[in-house]
């Protein structure tokens, strides 16, 4: 059964705001735990991807809030410079915080990550300051534009004090795990690295000689349940506390 959905506007700062989108978690299966969910660069909040990843976290007792940035609920094409991507992050952080976005919101555990630039952006906000977050899900983590892994985007990450789970597919031309293995290897905080045998930057496998892609994204999304469990959701068995 899908996800109940709640739209919400987001004020981002004086005559600008966003749409986010609240799947709410499977009452049985409810973790305590929320997900704030970031889009890629080139794919809003209700790209198959998201909505699909949304809809099934939230079964799995997650829930679940997708957002569109500036840029993107615009209708331009091109992302806004990062500043301006991570005041808007903070901002839906504030909103959730503040009771805006979910009932209830502190007695729950955020979350935060996203595909791609989404989950980049979602990793400096950590960096900055991790206040109020619990946990950081980062969905094929650009570590470097194609072809150029001298160009890594990688230095911030040792600043981040809150465990992070990076989901990559074994063909990412962002970074391929082995390019990733050993930064997160050095970092202080927490860092698992999940591989998707075979997948590219979305997960996508080959047609042939791969399990169905369907089974790909379930075996994804139980990790992701699974991972959320034992890190953050054991936490939810005392009130949270944010600032």
């Given at each position: 059964?899908?996800?109940?959905?709640?739209?919400?506007?987001?004020?981002?700062?004086?005559?600008?705001?966003?749409?986010?989108?609240?799947?709410?978690?499977?009452?049985?299966?409810?973790?305590?735990?929320?997900?704030?969910?970031?889009h890629g660069a080139g794919a809003n909040q209700t790209s198959v991807f998201m909505v699909r990843f949304a809809e099934e976290l939230a079964a799995?007792?997650?829930?679940?809030?997708?957002?569109?940035?500036?840029?993107?609920?615009?209708?331009?094409?091109?992302?806004?410079?990062?500043?301006?991507?991570?005041?808007?992050?903070?901002?839906?952080?504030?909103?959730?915080?503040?009771?805006?976005?979910?009932?209830?919101?502190?007695?729950?555990?955020?979350?935060?990550?996203?595909?791609?630039?989404?989950?980049?952006?979602?990793?400096?906000?950590?960096?900055?300051?991790?206040?109020?977050?619990?946990?950081?899900?980062?969905?094929?983590?650009?570590?470097?534009?194609?072809?150029?892994?001298?160009?890594?985007?990688?230095?911030?990450?040792?600043?981040?004090?809150?465990?992070?789970?990076?989901?990559?597919?074994?063909?990412?031309?962002f970074g391929t795990p082995p390019e990733l293995q050993p930064i997160l290897q050095d970092l202080k905080a927490s860092a698992q690295l999940y591989?998707?045998?075979?997948?590219?930057?979305?997960?996508?496998?080959?047609?042939?000689?791969?399990?169905?892609?369907?089974?790909?994204?379930?075996?994804?999304?139980?990790?992701?349940?699974?991972?959320?469990?034992r890190t953050i959701g054991e936490k939810t068995r005392r009130p949270a506390i944010h600032p």
């Amino acid at each position: 059964m899908p996800a109940m959905l709640r739209r919400v506007r987001v004020e981002i700062n004086s005559g600008e705001a966003v749409t986010a989108i609240v799947y709410a978690a499977a009452p049985k299966s409810d973790m305590g735990v929320t997900l704030l969910l970031a889009h890629g660069a080139g794919a809003n909040q209700t790209s198959v991807f998201m909505v699909r990843f949304a809809e099934e976290l939230a079964a799995r007792g997650i829930e679940t809030i997708t957002f569109n940035f500036l840029y993107m609920e615009a209708g331009r094409g091109i992302p806004d410079r990062a500043d301006k991507l991570e005041a808007c992050y903070r901002s839906v952080i504030d909103a959730f915080h503040a009771g805006r976005l979910t009932k209830h919101a502190n007695q729950k555990q955020l979350m935060i990550g996203g595909k791609s630039m989404g989950g980049r952006i979602a990793s400096q906000v950590a960096a900055i300051d991790a206040s109020g977050i619990s946990g950081i899900v980062m969905l094929g983590y650009p570590l470097h534009p194609p072809g150029r892994p001298d160009k890594l985007r990688s230095k911030h990450l040792s600043l981040i004090t809150v465990p992070m789970l990076f989901v990559q597919g074994a063909r990412d031309t962002f970074g391929t795990p082995p390019e990733l293995q050993p930064i997160l290897q050095d970092l202080k905080a927490s860092a698992q690295l999940y591989v998707v045998e075979g997948g590219d930057h979305s997960f996508k496998v080959p047609k042939r000689g791969a399990p169905p892609q369907d089974e790909v994204y379930k075996t994804v999304l139980d990790e992701i349940a699974v991972w959320t469990r034992r890190t953050i959701g054991e936490k939810t068995r005392r009130p949270a506390i944010h600032p």
